[in-house]
């Protein structure tokens, strides 16, 4: 009977617990419980529960809760499994946890605002994790977090305090406006932020100096890679747009808009072994801080060694398929060293790589290098450059300087980059010169944009332009833009892979696909084989082979 028992407990199933859903509901009487029927409307209920593994959490939509003190922000202390993620969420209804919000559309979402006061702690969120993994977070509006003078309470926050790494967090479709600090993902591996927009970050009276997205180890090497930002669209903030800084590795920025920006639109510093790939970056006359002539550079690579004495190398870098129009630098490139002058004790864009990018009428130069040294290595190929209205195309610092005929450092590497005015020095090495014919012709500076007016084909080169066909294959990276709307929601880039080419100088190639190679046709042999279709034995006389005429 024993054997019998521990048989049957053998062949039963064991049935993982349900994880449980919880509402909260700012305008629902106090007392609830969590549940649809009496949710919780405050978060001192929410903070002094004991979750499970994989529960979730949903806000009411549309309705919005206002932090009343420093520790009144939702700490996420509890996480979920691969299969059973946490949630914190939006709900329209019991059960309902899809409130139909659009990406970067505000309205449709649960609402969390730090009413411009809260918290006034650095580097606390309206949201925020540590040490935990698999947790989505989607479908709020988070707003209003810090105060004048906090530089860095911001809007999501994974792993703050540097604890033990967490992995596998989504934040997707969030609305986050006006906050002093963004979304911060640090020591954290396998995340993906996407599909978000953030808005005044920074906004003028915050003395915030925090990013909209920043992917950062802090100071913990190896412990923030694999992470993904894409599809986010980031406007009109004080600060930066989307970065990777202090030691983040292998992570990748694609497929985002990055606009009216203060300082550096998209940045890696510090950090190794990171791609930038299909994104598009301009200023338009509307933003906050364009105007005022702090518009900075589109993409930047530095270690900012003079900010901090653990800096680490930026080197192996891959930055390509890139469209940037308009701002003050297109791509600049930095070995910024500490204060002690000329030693470095990092080393940056070693062994990096900058090619099939687009670069459009930078009111400075396109292309800048900063505090450079001829030991450092650097390769740009099939890069479009044009300038229209007074900017250069090369511009270049070194240590002791300006550099030579304001060429590029000794160590960078031009080839078959497409200018549309004559350039010198290395930078004319196999260079094409000509108009490329882009299907915009003019007003790309910030001054002659607004919101929207670049969706992406702008910088498409038209029939007849010397770019068609005229870039080198680079091994590995092959695809190249056929199609895209940076304006769609969410945001949509068509990529087609050449592996054999031809390859396009810039971020397009609208070649399209040659048909296949027909088969040629049977070649039919052998004994007996008659090509008129008569077959063995057949006379094409009339007669029969062998028989007598």
Not at 150 to 168: C, H, K, L, W
Not at 182 to 191: F, L, Q, W
Not at 197 to 203: C, D, K, L, R
């Amino acid at each position: 009977m024993r054997k019998l028992l521990l048989i049957l407990l053998v062949l039963i199933p064991i049935q993982a617990i349900a994880s449980t859903s919880y509402y909260f509901d700012p305008t629902a009487a106090g007392g609830g419980n969590g549940s649809y029927a009496t949710p919780w409307n405050s978060m001192s209920q929410v903070s002094s529960h004991s979750f499970s593994t994989g529960d979730d959490l949903y806000f009411k939509k549309n309705e919005t809760y206002q932090l009343q003190s420093d520790t009144d922000y939702l700490d996420v202390d509890w996480g979920g499994t691969e299969s059973d993620p946490v949630v914190i969420g939006c709900y329209d209804g019991d059960g309902d946890f899809d409130c139909g919000s659009t990406p970067y559309v505000d309205g449709n979402r649960a609402i969390i605002d730090g009413q411009k006061s809260y918290p006034t702690i650095n580097y606390r969120a309206l949201v925020q994790t540590n040490g935990q993994s698999h947790i989505i977070i989607q479908q709020l509006k988070l707003e209003n977090a810090g105060i004048t003078g906090t530089q860095a309470a911001g809007a999501v926050y994974i792993n703050p305090d540097s604890v033990s790494q967490s992995t596998d967090i989504t934040i997707k479709n969030n609305y986050c406006y006006r906050n002093s600090g963004g979304i911060g993902v640090y020591r954290s591996t396998n995340c993906l932020v996407t599909e978000n927009y953030e808005t005044n970050v920074g906004y003028p009276d915050y003395g915030g100096s925090g990013a909209a997205i920043e992917i950062s180890s802090l100071d913990h090497l190896g412990d923030c890679n694999n992470n993904t930002v894409s599809k986010n669209l980031i406007e009109n903030c004080k600060n930066e747009g989307i970065g990777f800084y202090k030691g983040a590795e292998n992570n990748i920025m694609e497929y985002n808009v990055v606009r009216n920006i203060r300082a550096a639109h998209l940045y890696v510093a510090s950090s190794p072994s990171n791609t930038v790939r299909y994104n598009l970056v301009y200023d338009t006359s509307d933003g906050l801080f364009t105007q005022d002539g702090t518009s900075s550079s589109g993409i930047v690579v530095d270690i900012e060694e003079w900010r901090d004495a653990k800096a680490f190398n930026t080197n192996d870098e891959k930055i390509y398929g890139n469209l940037v129009a308009g701002v003050r630098r297109g791509i600049s490139i930095g070995c910024i060293e500490a204060t002690d002058g000329d030693s470095y004790t990092s080393t940056c864009y070693d062994g990096s790589e900058v090619f099939n990018n687009t670069i459009v009428d930078c009111t400075d130069q396109n292309f800048a290098f900063w505090a450079a040294d001829s030991s450092r290595t650097i390769t740009l190929k099939n890069n479009l450059s044009v300038i229209l209205s007074g900017g250069a195309q090369v511009f270049c610092a070194s240590t002791t300087g300006t550099c030579p005929s304001q060429t590029s450092p000794a160590g960078v590497t031009w080839d078959h980059n497409l200018f549309n005015t004559t350039v010198t020095g290395n930078a004319s090495n196999n260079a094409v010169i000509g108009d490329p014919l882009l299907a915009k012709t003019s007003g790309w500076q910030w001054s002659s944009l607004s919101p929207g007016d670049l969706s992406g084909p702008e910088f498409k080169p038209q029939s007849g332009s010397p770019a068609i066909d005229a870039g080198l294959n680079i091994a590995g990276y092959t695809s190249q833009i056929t199609g895209a709307n940076f304006n769609a929601s969410p945001i949509s880039v068509t990529l087609t892979d050449y592996p054999d080419g031809p390859v396009w100088i810039g971020a397009w190639n609208i070649t399209p696909t040659p048909p296949p190679t027909p088969a040629p046709a049977t070649q039919h042999t052998g004994v007996g084989y008659d090509p008129h279709g008569g077959g063995i034995g057949y006379n094409p006389n009339g007669g029969t082979i062998g028989a007598t005429q």
